[in-house]
């Protein structure tokens, strides 16, 4: 059964600095997204990663993936106010097609001045 | 529209009331996916759908929970005789249904079971 986890759960950080949320699997695969929701909103695609390597940067948000480690980072440059929200990854557990993902239990960001 | 359309956004049920859940997905997309989200929680797969067929129902938590896409665009999530711990958002998704595509998510069916 493919586990997803993510670590820190929760994360309080001040403007300015520097942080990696952390999300490890269980089984293969080479397909990981990230999303963002705010409270009472829906999730927000970030970032598709799809192959071992895979580097994706928008902004102050940079994610990676090293599917060997079965690891996803996501990485936050100069964290400013605007990026307070929770963060999901998800891992597609099938091998074709577009299949369900399973979401770690995000990691709650709060920047703060 | 747009994006991927839920209604009702907010429902109340009384306990042992039936709900219909509507989901209109973005058009065109093939794959069509049901959430169930509780509060402080990460989304929890329900069923998945590929055009009208029912590809994966395996989350789908007891047999008072069907999920219907008779013609392959709108689908409806439907409880039957709610308990209070069906109370959760229920969130619909849709893709172009090819690997690596992007997942669009909808606003979410608030569902509160009294």
């Known amino acids: 059964e493919l586990k997803v986890e993510q670590n820190p759960l929760f994360l309080s950080m001040q403007e300015g600095k520097n942080y990696t949320i952390y999300c490890n699997y269980s089984?293969?695969?080479?397909?990981l997204y990230w999303y963002r929701q705010d409270p009472g909103k829906s999730l927000e695609s970030l970032f598709v990663?799809?192959?071992?390597?895979a580097v994706k940067q928008e902004g102050r948000l940079m994610a990676s993936l090293d599917t060997k480690a079965r690891l996803s980072t996501l990485h936050i440059t100069a964290a400013v106010h605007d990026l307070s929200a929770t963060y999901f990854c998800?891992?597609?557990?099938?091998?074709?097609?577009?299949?369900?993902?399973?979401f770690g239990k995000g990691t709650r960001l709060s920047v703060i001045a | 529209g747009a994006g991927v359309s839920q209604s009702p956004r907010y429902k109340v049920a009384k306990r042992g009331q039936d709900v219909a859940l509507r989901c209109d997905p973005i058009s065109g997309h093939v794959s069509l996916f049901w959430y169930q989200q509780a509060l402080g929680q990460g989304p929890e797969f329900l069923t998945y759908?590929?055009?009208?067929?029912?590809?994966?129902k395996s989350g789908l938590p007891s047999d008072r929970f069907f999920a219907e896409r008779p013609e392959g665009s709108v689908s409806t999530l439907k409880i039957q005789r709610t308990q209070q711990e069906d109370s959760a958002v229920y969130l619909c998704a849709s893709s172009l249904g090819v690997s690596g595509n992007t997942i669009y998510f909808g606003e979410g069916s608030w569902l509160t079971v009294v």
């Open positions: 990663l799809l192959s071992n390597g």
């Open positions: 998800a891992v597609d557990k099938g091998r074709s097609g577009n299949t369900p993902l399973v």
């Open positions: 759908f590929q055009n009208e067929a029912q590809l994966d």
């Open positions: 089984t293969t695969s080479d397909r």
